[in-house]
């Protein structure tokens, strides 16, 4: 499987920030921390490789704000911020001190120019792709930082046939700890969070941004179409705690076959383990007053 572009991920990054803009009554700060976490079936050199891409692509925390209808939302190196109001999107680069606004509608439209073309053998790969989403409440809940939730959990499953009738798969299972309604009206901040987040369908055609993201693969866009609508049926309230895990159970079967066969493994390897893990996690919640200056580029930067 290909991986994304740093600007197709950050776009998609600023997607999400899109799908959380609706007026709200009062103003609401959102910060989530983020760590991934590599398994002990990525060879080591592959996990250096991922480790030094991260250092400047993988956002430590996750920041939201929203005041009226402004969102502002900063997730490592990418921070944008969406006016409902006026269907507009300004991104911020802070490297450079530059900033660019450009209508909803023709986002992310300039980003994609001048992304390298897919080679016929991916895109091959991407239409002979199986794409399936599993979404179920586990009945597990329980308190956290003082909030009650509940546990969803979500499988993404991908399948794509392989050399000699051999099938190559990815799994992904996401587990959300998501607030209670009845928090809703016991907790200011997560009444105002569901207030928005209730209405968000009105107001975005996400498939749309998703669409110009993987033009460039063809044939995966329509798969990502029934998804992505599949995910965004899950519950508004607010996430508290999310944990992912990527496994590749082909992979996984042949070091359990060549483990069979008596075939040594390195020490300490587990062939069940994931690729990876990702863990976010709530750490700030607040309907305190946000600056106005906030939602505006700051004076030192330029178009």
């Keep these: 499987m290909v991986d994304l572009t740093m600007t197709q991920i950050r776009v998609l990054a600023a997607l999400f920030c899109f799908l959380a803009c609706q007026t709200s009554r009062a103003d609401l700060t959102l910060r989530h921390s983020l760590q991934m976490k590599f398994g002990a079936l990525l060879p080591p050199e592959a996990v250096e490789a991922a480790k030094k891409q991260m250092v400047s692509g993988f956002p430590s925390e996750v920041i939201t704000r929203v005041k009226g209808d402004k969102v502002y ?35 992310p439209g300039n980003l994609m120019q001048g992304q390298t073309a897919v080679p016929p053998a991916v895109q091959k790969m991407f239409q002979d792709l199986k794409f399936d989403v599993q979404t179920s409440k586990t009945g597990r809940g329980g308190m956290l930082q003082g909030i009650r939730a509940d546990e969803t959990e979500t499988v993404i499953s991908m399948e794509m046939p392989g050399p000699q009738k051999t099938t190559a798969g990815f799994k992904l299972t996401i587990q959300q700890w998501i607030a209670s309604p009845e928090e809703n009206n016991r907790i ?12 968000v369908r009105s107001k975005a055609n996400s498939y749309d941004v998703i669409r110009k993201v993987f033009s460039q693969l063809p044939g995966m866009a329509e798969k990502l179409q029934a998804p992505v609508e599949a995910l965004l049926k899950k519950d508004d309230g607010l996430v508290l705690r999310m944990r992912e895990a990527a ?13 069979t066969a008596g075939e040594p493994l390195p020490a300490g390897f587990d062939p069940d383990a994931p690729l990876f893990e990702v863990f976010m996690d709530l750490a700030e919640i607040s309907i305190a007053t946000i600056p106005n200056a906030v939602f505006q580029a700051p004076e030192d930067y330029h178009c």
Excluded: H, W
């Excluded at 490592?76 to 530059?98: E, F, H």
């Excluded at 009444?191 to 987040?197: I, L, T």
């Excluded at 496994?247 to 483990?259: H, N, Y």
């Design 188 to 199: 200011p901040a997560i009444g105002e969070f569901a207030g928005y987040s209730a209405r």
């Design 247 to 259: 496994r590749a159970p082909a992979m996984a079967q042949l070091f359990q076959q060549m483990k």
């Design 73 to 107: 939302s900063k997730s490592g190196l990418m921070t944008s911020i969406v006016d409902c109001g006026t269907d507009q999107i300004t991104l911020l680069n802070a490297d450079a001190k530059k900033y660019a606004t450009l209508p909803m509608a023709d986002y």
